[in-house]
């Protein structure tokens, strides 16, 4: 019987996964590596990706040569997620025992420092030496050279390989671009890469199958898989598709910490890892399912297990569930991991929320704030999981409508085309539409399902690759700018400085680059500076709109006049008035945040934030509405922080002595080793980079405007600072002056004189409930006297305009009393619509008679919508004018089925 790799390892007893990234760690740290924190699992500063799907991304503008850092060599464990684009491994999630969407990649740079021979020979003494993978089991590729982007063979990694370790030189294979050609996406930082695979064995294999294409290396399957990839960072894919050769070389590797887990505990499978048992022991304690029974039940846990994961470090770092972008994306995981739940296990009810817990304990030893966070995100969870119980209920009446429309055309297979928005809009997977249709006998045509999903794919994939502020063209050989907008004073916003570069792309604003600059570039919230950059004879003029950045270099964008060239000098102008208005919301969510802290407890995190000249919008975990009460005392706390007038102090500190002290740090941001920190008198301090004011009382009035609901867990606040505070409060008064003359009471008393109107229209109310009960038994009355027979079936079709909603249904409960066998139509009307409803019973639905499709027949007339089961279906309809020929539509349907 073969071995598995670690029972030919030195190593004693298995190693915990906890254990296994530290010695990762450890290991390149003590080769002068700093260790750099995962950064957020969603990037905050690049819009080519939906999600960090390497570790190498918040490294990106190093490789590119427009950012710096003061080490050069870096080492971590970072948070990714793949479900879209050219890294997508959902589908296969599940399936299979390697393929996740959320893992840990554990990685080691080299910026500018060591390159090809350092990076191999440590992977090798790692592997070999320090975990004790055995040689022989252990397989290279290294990259065989292109064509077509005209690239040779990577003969001196392979050199390196066979000099400076002791693999078995029969185990270094070549590889084409697609095996051994790293890219991030359609364009950025890519180069060659080599890398290290395992033969994890089978019974009666051949050691030498490694090389062979069909059964070895890189042919897919589950005996031989990659454990660790190098790449050798050289060239740039720029827009066009072609390569420019990278500033600097460096080193990229990543290996993923479930499967190297996997391998060194002598595991088949990553989910037999101590990074799944414990989610798969609380699943098994909520389901009462056993892992390891049941091959279907084992897949519907590694997809729960797998998605819980992603989703769980996702909302812990901010990102939010939504019908868009990566909100989409987690909101289809979940609805995904639902799935499995319901279809294959058997849960009806929310489920996955009571095994968050379970993921903290994974996860947050190496990343805290899942622990941190845990109800947050549970309520997150459970509140996506009763939402998609309510879709899944109306993606089976769309199913069913779907097949009322194919039964009639007597067709036996469904357009993939049309079936495809069951999985796009309610999360029906194609096998799931698949077996619903062989319950009918009936198939699905898989070419239009295919063809929209390509389509489906492409504009997620466009969504996750749209052009960069600058192109990588365009940003090579640019200097970090100087920037001076902590430095001058909100009156004295400009500086004289020189053009360095001036962009003009049709269809784009144009972009400015200066060597030094005053504005401040959009960022953490707030919004970038506008203002006005011009020669002193005024033959160059740029109006700023908008002031953004790309790594170390500040964008101005906007609209030029006249000709710029490399070194022209120009003075830089800030819009003050902008900039004053912006810089004290800026300081009025720090107060905001802190006060709320204060009145609902420190649970409280941002979520998001908006800091403009016009208003500063907040956007915050908690569970329930916040009251009227902790409003005005939460407005009441920030109006006496701006009384007091305190100055503003700010300092640069190491994070981790920031953090000690208590200083407010976000969980979605990514910080410096150093960083500034901005503190109002004693009462509130946070890491920033912002503009602010320079006391509180500079911020002038503070109020409240607005607070409402923003999804399950997550309130907005908006509010409003100095003229347009006042402006608001006006305005207020005003309404309410205009609301008590119009009650012909005062101010003071308006709320008792509402009081008593609704009582007064309660009463009124009382008594139309009186006259409808009236109307509606004397609705019945018509509608006895009005049944027509036709065959076994009673049919009535009757319009009742006294009657609204509820009356309809009222009068619809009443007929069911005259017997089973009923086909009744029924119609009304409300605030200028037309409410209708359909019961069909007994021999009516043996006739073939659908309550859901004569719906949508007579939505199709009224318009609006309308829909439900064969048994029972109402609408509204949106044009009373057209009641009568709906009334024809209802008679026909009767007539042609019962004759």
């Not at 969870?381 to 409508?401: K, M, P, Y």
């Not at 539409?433 to 319950?439: D, F, P, S």
């Not at 139309?768 to 009673?794: C, I, N, P, W, Y």
Request: hydrophobic content about 40%; aromatic content about 8%; proline content about 4%.
């Amino acid at each position: 019987m073969t071995q598995t790799p670690s029972q030919m390892s030195s190593e004693p007893s298995v190693k915990s996964a906890a254990r296994v990234r530290a010695e990762f760690l450890e290991f390149f740290q003590a080769r002068g590596h700093r260790f750099v924190p995962s950064s957020p699992v969603f990037p905050q500063d690049d819009p080519t990706l939906l999600f960090t799907n390497a570790g190498m991304n918040q490294f990106k503008d190093v490789f590119l040569g427009f950012g710096k850092r003061d080490y050069t060599r870096a080492v971590n464990t970072q948070k990714c997620i793949r479900v879209s684009g050219k890294h997508n491994d959902l589908e296969e999630v599940g399936l299979d025992t390697y393929h996740h969407t959320f893992f840990e990649m554990l990685g080691n740079w080299s910026f500018g420092d060591y390159f090809k021979q350092d990076a191999i020979t440590w992977s090798w003494e790692l592997l070999t030496k320090v975990w004790g993978l055995p040689r022989e089991r252990l397989w290279v590729t290294v990259f065989g050279g292109d064509v077509k982007d005209g690239l040779p063979a990577d003969d001196e990694a392979e050199r390196i390989w066979r000099e400076n370790t002791d693999i078995d030189p029969t185990h270094i294979l070549r590889f084409d671009r697609k095996a051994n050609f790293w890219e991030m996406g359609e364009t950025g930082p890519c180069g060659p890469c080599t890398e290290i695979h395992i033969d994890r064995g089978a019974p009666g294999s051949d050691p030498r199958d490694g090389a062979d294409p069909k059964l070895g290396v890189n042919a897919g399957n589950e005996r031989f898989i990659e454990l660790w990839n190098n790449v050798f960072m050289q060239f740039n894919r720029q827009d066009d598709g072609s390569l420019a050769p990278l500033p600097a070389k460096h080193v990229d590797t990543g290996m993923g910490l479930e499967r190297v887990v996997a391998v060194i505990q002598g595991k088949r499978s990553n989910y037999d890892t101590d990074l799944f048992t414990p989610i798969f022991r609380a699943l098994e304690r909520r389901t009462g399912k056993r892992y390891g029974d049941d091959e279907k039940v084992d897949i519907a846990f590694r997809v729960i297990a797998d998605h819980l994961r992603a989703v769980s470090a996702a909302f812990a770092d901010g990102a939010l569930p939504s019908n868009e972008g990566r909100g989409y994306m987690l909101r289809r995981l979940l609805r995904r991991a639902a799935r499995f739940g319901r279809q294959t296990i058997g849960l009806r009810e929310p489920f996955l929320f009571d095994v968050v817990p379970a993921v903290g304990e994974v996860l947050g030893p190496a990343f805290p704030n899942i622990r941190q966070r845990e109800a947050h995100i549970q309520l997150l969870v459970r509140a996506e999981e009763e939402s998609f119980g309510v879709t899944l209920d109306r993606g089976l009446v769309l199913f069913a409508d779907l097949a009322g429309r194919l039964e009639k055309s007597g067709k036996k297979e469904l357009a993939g085309s049309e079936a495809y928005d069951l999985y796009a809009t309610y999360g029906f997977p194609q096998d799931l539409v698949e077996q619903m249709l062989r319950e009918r006998g009936w198939s699905l045509e898989r070419a239009s399902w295919s063809a929209a999903e390509e389509k489906h794919k492409n504009a997620s994939r466009a969504e996750g690759t749209f052009k960069q502020l600058l192109s990588a063209e365009q940003v090579a050989g640019l200097s970090a700018t100087t920037s001076t907008y902590h430095d001058v004073g909100a009156a004295n916003a400009e500086l004289d400085t020189r053009v360095v570069r001036l962009f003009q792309n049709p269809g784009q604003k144009d972009r400015l680059i200066l060597e030094r600059s005053p504005f401040y570039p959009e960022g953490g919230g707030q919004v970038g500076d506008a203002g006005r950059i011009a020669t002193a004879d005024g033959t160059f003029v740029f109006d700023v709109e908008d002031t953004k950045k790309t790594g170390d270099v500040v964008v101005h964008v906007g609209a030029s006049r006249g000709a710029a060239r490399e070194g022209l000098a120009v003075r830089a102008t800030v819009d003050v008035e902008r900039r004053n208005a912006t810089r004290a919301n800026h300081t009025a969510t720090h107060l905001m945040h802190k006060a709320l802290r204060e009145v609902l407890g420190e649970h409280v995190t941002q979520q998001g934030s908006y800091v403009g000249p016009d208003r500063l919008r907040f956007d915050l975990s908690h569970p329930k509405a916040i009251t009227a009460e902790e409003l005005e005392r939460i407005e009441r706390l920030v109006n006496r922080e701006i009384a007091r007038n305190q100055p503003l102090t700010t300092t640069v500190e190491e994070l981790n002595a920031a953090k000690a002290r208590g200083v407010m740090a976000l969980f979605s941001e990514k910080y410096a080793d150093r960083v500034r920190v901005v503190a109002v008198g004693g009462f509130s301090a946070e890491l920033c980079g912002g503009t602010h004011v320079a006391a509180a009382g500079d911020i002038g009035t503070f109020v409240i405007a607005s607070e409402r609901a923003l999804q399950a867990g997550v309130r907005r606040i908006e509010a409003l600072t100095r003229d347009r505070a006042v402006e608001h409060v006006q305005a207020q008064r005003r309404t309410l002056d205009g609301a008590a003359r119009a009650l012909k009471t005062n101010p003071e008393e308006l709320a008792g004189r509402i009081e008593q109107l609704q009582k007064e229209v309660k009463e009124l109310k009382k008594k139309g409930e009186k006259s409808a009960v009236l109307d509606v038994g004397s609705a019945f009355d018509t509608l006895k006297s009005a049944r027509v027979q036709r065959g076994d079936v009673h049919c009535t079709v009757l319009d009742f305009p006294e009657l609204d909603t509820a009356a309809l249904r009222d009068l619809g409960d009443r007929a069911r009393s005259l017997g089973a066998d009923q086909a009744v139509v029924l119609f009304g009307r409300a605030d200028g619509r037309v409410p209708f409803l359909i019961v069909f019973e007994g021999a009516s639905l043996k006739k073939g008679l659908k309550a859901g499709e004569l719906a949508g027949k007579i939505s199709a007339v009224l318009g609006g919508g309308g829909g439900g089961k064969p048994t029972l279906a109402q609408g509204q309809g949106l044009s009373p004018d057209k009641v009568g020929e709906a009334l024809a539509v209802a008679e026909a349907y009767l007539t042609t089925a019962l004759g």
